[in-house]
Structure formats: C-alpha cells, structure tokens
Nanobody, 120 residues
Framework: QVQLVESGGGLVQPGGSLRLSCAAS????????MGWYRQAPGKQRELVAR???????NSADSVKGRFTISRDNAKNTVYLQMNSLKPEDTARYYC??????????????WGQGTQVTVSS
C-alpha cells in the first residue's frame, strides 16, 4: 500500500517562508510526476507546482518567483519551498504523485493535506 505524508505547514506572517515536504512510502516501483495542489475554503483545488521524474517543473502564475518545487528521488520525497508568502496563499496544501506500486499499474495518489495559514 502506498501512502503520501505531508509535513511542514503552519501559521506564518506575510512575507515569511515555509517548506513543505511530502514523503511517499510503501511498496513503490517507480514515481513519475509529483506535485502540490491547494484548496482554500469555498474554492476549487488548484495546481501550485509540479515536477517530473527528470526534474522539469511548472508552476501556477500566482506563485512564480516565490515558490520552488524540488524532489529527492532517493528519498521518494517532494518539497515545496514557499517564500514571500501572502494571505492569499492560505489554503490546505495537498501532495500528489503518479506512482507505480510493485506489481501494479501506476495510479494517482494524494496525501491528507497540510494547512498553511498566512496572517499577521
């Protein structure tokens, strides 16, 4: 069974920084794309940033220049470094990954989410 576990959320003042981590565990054969999504109250879930197995990235226009996604394939972990945080970044952040468990076809997996609140 594959699990994604996020960590690193919390309360931060505007202009501050946070680093989110998401570790995949279980019987994993291969991890393809990994990414971060967020959902604010009353809004749809949206893509924040995504990274391919080879390290190519793309991100939402709203976070370009402030957020950086990276991954450590040896640790099956994806990170989101968030700088210059704004109140509008407040949301629950979810990790997503396209994973092939050993002996099974690849599928989409989600973490349980971690809350990020930007407020003074």
């Amino acid at each position: 069974q594959v699990q994604l576990v996020e960590s690193g959320g919390g309360l931060v003042q505007p202009g501050g920084s946070l680093r989110l981590s998401c570790a995949a565990s279980g019987s994993i054969f291969r991890i393809y794309n990994m990414g971060w999504y967020r959902q604010a109250p009353g809004k749809q879930r949206e893509l924040v940033a995504r990274i391919t197995e080879g390290g190519s990235t793309n991100s939402a226009d709203s976070v370009k220049g402030r957020f950086t996604i990276s991954r450590d394939n040896a640790k099956n972990t994806v990170y989101l470094q968030m700088n210059s945080l704004k109140p509008e970044d407040t949301a629950r952040y979810y990790c997503n990954a396209d994973i092939s468990p050993r002996g099974y076809s690849h599928a989409d997996y989600w973490g349980q989410g971690t809350q990020v609140t930007v407020s003074s």
